[in-house]
């Protein structure tokens, strides 16, 4: 499954929040949605103290294959 459109406008936590969300909508059911949207959560509250800003970019690049993974691994049980 390829990223959602958008992955490459990234540059901010907050694009990277709202970004994974809709990711969290392609998942198949609603308890695995449920499951990652918290993961999302507590992943965003733990860094919201960063300031470093290449720092901040290996996060949103990490996060972004993170979710292409994901999607991936749900797509293929289908």
């Known amino acids: ?3 959602l459109p958008g992955a490459e ?3 901010t936590p907050l694009q990277l929040y ?3 969300l809709r990711c969290c909508r392609q998942l198949p059911t609603k308890g695995i949605q449920e499951h990652y949207k918290h993961a999302i ?4 509250r733990v860094h ?3 300031d470093n800003p290449e720092r901040i970019q ?5 996060a972004i294959e993170d ?3 994901i999607l ?3 797509k293929k049980q289908n």
């Open 72 to 74: 991936n691994k749900y």
């Open 18 to 20: 709202r970004y994974l």
């Open 41 to 44: 959560r507590q992943s965003f």
């Open 9 to 11: 406008l990234v540059q």
């Open 48 to 50: 919201s103290d960063e």
């Open 1 to 3: 499954m390829a990223p």
């Open 58 to 62: 290996q996060i949103i690049k990490r």
């Open 67 to 69: 979710a292409n993974w």
